[in-house]
């Protein structure tokens, strides 16, 4: 038991103990000791169920990576709540069916103990009054208007609203927030439907905790301040050995493991696009196809008894999935009938690109099999393969049931779905103003794959190559944002020039604010009281040793920081960018993303008048030339006391980037000053 102010989290109760049993087939000792602190730091945080109502309910946010197992930390967290005295724990998942299923079934396979109920299970009012009347219960609602309303009605009709709730809205950032949002102070429209009815499940039951669990919190993050859905605590969930993710992808020069296409042949592929949609293969699909065929031929192999899969997500229209689909088809019958004639000119240059792409393998894959008994399993083979059409009007499920299993999709490729051993993706979404939470949630290739990875490939234009590695940063930055002030309300996301955050819809353009690459910003006006002598007495002595003459000197980040630290603003005067908790955030994100180094600008003697802008600048003349714009440069000048006390007004420049533009963007309370 861990002391919990004055109460104590169960961590060796009979739910998490048989949690923790299921999941040890498949999860190794330690991570199963790091999921049990992870939902002990989740349960520390969430409200006490058997205390009296508090006057303020509890919300979180568990912060993972994009297939990393956030369903585990899920599955323990619900175990834990009900052994420390949760009454009904109300799991929200996606109204995609594909994910909603895999949820249920996930739930239901490890919580032996509870009454786990679908959201077909509450349709009898009395039979589902029973199971509230001996809780703990479980209960997993895919975020659809209907059916969740449907939810909220039967625990009115049971009268639950004394329960105990920890309510764990899984893809927190999809569907919950309020779609209304940019619009809604302008036109006065009401909440979005789920996002309404989710409130209401929040206000219903008198003692909840409110958790959200996420890849993508960007939208979340930049909700405003003192908005409900925007988390007031995180938790990071990490992932355990074997994961890959965007540094195995993204994170070297060499892109060992990405092959890239034109752009222009994913147009083609688009035939919604074409007057007349060409009945031919690209050579970017094709080469992706044979490298799969290869790679999976090579894992059956060793591994007879599994299934392997391809993933081709290039467009959110039905009928390019259907066009795509019968491309693939005509060329699985081509490779059959070129492999049944040994002797034709097509089986010898067929057998030139296998062999090509088994050399291109076997540069990141040691002791593949001889390459002739890969070509004779893969004519085997190759008959059962199973080209599957995934979207909202197919009947077709994401389960392996032959050797090769090709899944040709959008939407509900996307976000949540696990694709169990995907070997190669053919990937080419190219929207004009991408989202980095959508593109990075289409990122199917991360996951449990280290025993894959030497057969594993990304196809995809260098463009959206270079978008992936954009947002790979960005969410390596947030997370070490995250980490230092994890209850802070000041997240700030970096966001590179040509992606946007998120959708618009869900944020008040009121409350966003930026710092923007080569920009500066400075207090509109430096306190000027007496109490400011003896801080500037200390930034004069720190800064003797500079001359009133000297270009820039060569400094870091931290001394930045902790000059500024020293530099206090008149409070009476308005202050959206200059906040020092945003500023220290944004300066050590920018020292994690392209180092340390900084300038330093000092001058002395300097009258400037009051009331300037944020954005207005204080220097004067070509004095921003005064260092290069490659490093953080913080100008400082020393006033005279024509105006009050002497004192030091700062202006900091953000640097500019040789690979691309960007914004660290954040959100503030209207009356933030």
């Known amino acids: 038991m861990i002391n919990c102010n004055t109460r104590e989290i169960i961590q060796d109760g009979l739910h998490t103990k048989e949690v923790l049993n299921v999941l040890s087939n498949d999860i190794e000792g330690a991570a199963l000791v790091a999921l049990t602190e992870k939902a002990t730091q989740i349960l520390r945080r969430c409200v006490d169920p058997i205390a009296e109502a508090p006057e303020h309910p509890s919300d979180g946010l568990v912060y993972g990576l994009i297939q990393s197992g956030k369903t585990s930390v899920i599955q323990v967290t619900t175990a834990m709540a009900a052994d420390n005295g949760f009454q009904c724990v109300v799991i929200l998942t996606s109204d995609n069916e594909i994910l909603y299923g895999q949820t249920l079934k996930r739930m239901k396979s490890v919580l032996q103990g509870l009454s786990v109920l679908g959201k077909t299970d509450w349709a009898d009012p009395k039979r589902f009054a029973r199971d509230l009347r001996n809780p703990p219960v479980v209960l997993v609602c895919s975020k659809n208007g209907t059916v969740l309303s449907g939810l909220l009605e039967e625990f009115k009709k049971a009268g639950a609203r004394g329960l105990s709730a920890l309510i764990i809205d899984d893809e927190a950032d999809q569907a919950s927030l309020n779609t209304n949002t940019s619009k809604a102070k302008k036109t006065g429209k009401l909440p979005s439907t789920i996002n309404q009815v989710i409130s209401d499940f929040r206000n219903f039951f008198r003692t909840t905790t409110y958790l959200q669990v996420t890849a993508t919190p960007q939208a979340l993050f930049l909700q405003n301040p003192d908005n409900r859905y925007r988390p007031s605590f995180t938790i990071l969930s990490e992932p355990g050995n074997g994961y890959v993710g965007g540094d195995k992808f993204f994170g070297d020069k060499d892109d060992k493991l990405l092959r890239f296409v034109d752009i222009e ?23 992706a196809l044979v490298t799969f065929l290869v790679g999976a031929t090579c894992k059956r192999i060793e591994n007879p008894v599994k299934g392997y899969a391809f993933l081709c997500h290039v467009s959110s229209s039905k009928v390019d999935h259907s066009h795509i689909c019968s491309l693939i088809e005509s060329f699985k019958e081509d490779v059959f009938r070129i492999l049944e004639s040994p002797t034709s000119k097509q089986y010898v240059n067929f057998i030139s690109e296998l062999e090509a792409a088994y ?25 059962g393969a199973r080209v599957k059409l995934i979207n909202s009007v197919s009947g077709d499920e994401v389960e392996l049931d032959a050797a090769y299993n090709i899944f040709v999709g959008g939407n509900k490729l996307g976000r949540g779905v696990t694709i169990k051993n995907l070997l190669v993706s053919y990937y080419g979404r190219n929207p004009k103003k991408p989202n980095a939470d959508t593109v990075l949630q289409h990122a199917r290739m991360y996951g449990y794959r280290q025993d894959d990875l030497g057969v594993t490939r990304l196809f995809l234009p260098r463009k959206l190559a270079g978008h992936f590695s954009l947002i790979h940063n960005m969410e390596s930055a947030l997370r070490d944002v995250v980490e230092k002030y994890p209850e802070g309300k000041f997240e700030i996301l970096y966001i590179a020039s040509p992606l946007q955050a998120t959708r618009r819809n869900v944020l008040d353009p009121e409350s966003l604010v930026a710092y923007v690459a080569g920009k500066s910003i400075n207090p ?69 993303l392209m180092g340390d180094q900084a300038y330093l600008v000092v001058r002395r003697g300097r009258e400037i008048a009051p009331g300037r802008g944020e954005n207005s600048g204080i220097l004067s003349g070509g004095e921003i030339n005064l260092a290069p714009s490659d490093k953080p440069t913080l100008f400082l000048y020393r006033q005279t006391n024509k105006h009050g006390e002497e004192v030091w007004w700062p202006q900091l420049r953000f640097p500019e980037s040789d690979r691309n533009n960007y914004v660290l963007s954040f959100s503030i309370e209207e009356n933030e000053s």
């Open 265 to 287: 042949e994913v147009e083609q592929l688009t035939s919604s696009h074409q007057p007349s949609p060409t009945g031919s293969i690209p050579k970017g699909l094709r080469s």
């Open 359 to 383: 050399k291109d393998l076997e540069t990141t894959q040691f002791g593949l099999p001889p390459f002739s008994e890969v070509l004779e399993r893969m004519k085997f083979y190759l008959h």
């Open 524 to 592: 509109s006006y430096p306190l000027r009281t007496p109490e400011m002598r003896e801080v500037t007495k200390t930034i004069d002595e720190r800064l003797q040793h500079i001359g009133n003459d000297e270009a820039a000197v060569a400094t870091t980040i931290k001394d930045l920081i902790s000059i500024l630290e020293l530099c206090h603003i008149e409070p009476a005067t308005d202050s959206l960018l200059w906040n020092i908790k945003n500023i220290r955030t944004a300066l050590e994100m920018i020292e994690g």
